[in-house]
């Protein structure tokens, strides 16, 4: 009867509460995150230029060129934030085209070879060339394989391995990229994707990272019609999984 009614509407309504909340929380965090990234760089060019105003430090190369690095720091974090609220939006273009899986891991490979091979790691390429070709904006792909390569990067071993791989899944293609690295805890997976969560927020600091780079990763796969996922252990280093269909998305102008 009524009572039978009531019951699961309640169910819902606090379900739909606690939700709620947790979005209040993961917004105001969010907002606390962005401010205390703004404010750091803005705090070094400030105290650089009250300086050399009052004539306390003389305006050399090297402290110009530290000024340059932090408002490029500046610019970089409000790109990104632009990008993922487009994609929030909805108003991201995807410009596809049909593309073989192996160019597009030989492509996102290339720009990082040399940096691979000074700390001594070896970065591979493995996909069949035969695999079926995905529909994908080749820029937005290879914003998406930047940051996860930067992230295979910075956490490789010297004489370790980043391999890059592709095959054939249901209707799409797989495409992993593979590190041998430190790994990442269990309780870390879950939030891995988060936007401005950080495994480590130290390393992330002195890389200059804004904590983003995954969750742009995520957003541009899924605006793909794609999805990604992270398996990890510590120890046993990283596989990221992406899967794209061999269609792409429905609409090759926009989301």
Partial sequence: GRASLVEPIAGAFNAMSAKVAQANQIRRQMT????????????????????????????TPERLDMMYSEINRLQDLVGDLRLLSSVDAGELPLHTQMLSPRYLLERAAAPFQPGAEQQKVTLRVEAADDLPQVNVDEGRMMQVFSNLRSNALRYAPEGGEIALSAQTEEDGVAITV?????????????????????????????????????????????????????ESAPGQGTTMHIWLASRGPSAASGL
């Fill in 32 to 59: 606390a995150d962005i401010a205390h990234d703004l404010r750091t760089p803005l705090t070094v060019i400030s105290g650089y230029i009250e300086s050399m105003r009052d004539g306390i430090l003389a305006p």
């Fill in 178 to 230: 593979r590190d041998t690295g430190s790994g990442i805890d269990a309780e870390a997976l879950p939030r891995l994707f988060d936007r401005l969560y950080r495994v480590d927020d130290s390393r992330h600091t002195e890389h200059g990272e804004s904590g983003l780079g995954l969750a742009i990763a995520r957003a541009l796969v899924e605006a793909h019609g794609g999805t990604i996922r992270a």
